[in-house]
């Protein structure tokens, strides 16, 4: 694990060739980036224009990174009845997958026969994974980078189990 030379997710992604999955697998975040989005759909139930703007850099990242040919994929392994912060990324997710990543909901309960790894990542290419700590509020706690073989094949086969239970964006209800 390499917690202390961890570049900026879009140099990890330029490097992509083939494949970005993430697994989320909590409830709530409180990330500072998306603490103006997630006030106003508070405020008003919904994502608007603005919201849509400032998700603009990540949307243009995800469009280049499909157009170039790698997939992207994110699974979200979700408590039921759902936090009121994964309702407010199910509000928003529709611009991910409209910009070409594909995304799928698992209930927690279905999850839990499957054996998956103590934290969110990104894995590229199958062969780097991009863990991602926070705090138990949400926060971030930073990222640590691993290339060791047997986390690689861990969180990869974790990746798939999650990715064949869950269900696609469009026909999950919140």
């Not at 106003?40 to 603005?50: D, K, L, S, V």
């Not at 070409?100 to 999850?111: I, M, Y």
């Not at 990542?121 to 930073?142: M, N």
């Not at 798939?160 to 919140?174: C, G, I, N, S």
Request: glycine share 6%; hydrophobic share 40%.
């Amino acid at each position: 694990m390499r917690p202390n030379s961890v570049p900026p997710f879009s140099d990890l992604i330029k490097e992509c060739h083939r494949s970005a999955v993430h697994l989320e697998l909590r409830d709530t975040y409180s990330v500072a980036s998306e603490a103006d989005d997630f006030a106003e759909w508070q405020a008003c139930g919904r994502i608007t224009p603005e919201s849509v703007e400032r998700r603009r850099s990540w949307l243009d990242l995800v469009r280049s990174t499909v157009a170039r040919g790698v997939e992207m994929r994110r699974a979200r392994v979700v408590s039921l009845p759902v936090s009121e912060y994964i309702r407010y990324e199910h509000a928003g997710t529709y611009l991910n997958v409209e910009a070409g990543e594909k995304v799928r909901w698992l209930p927690r309960r279905d999850a839990a026969t499957l054996a998956l790894p103590g934290a969110d990542f990104w894995l590229f290419d199958d062969r780097l994974i991009r863990f991602g700590h926070f705090s138990g509020e949400g926060a971030s706690a930073g990222h640590e980078l691993c290339d060791d073989p047997a986390v690689v094949k861990l969180c990869t086969e974790a990746f798939d189990a999650v990715w064949q239970r869950a269900t696609p964006h469009e026909e999950f209800a919140v």
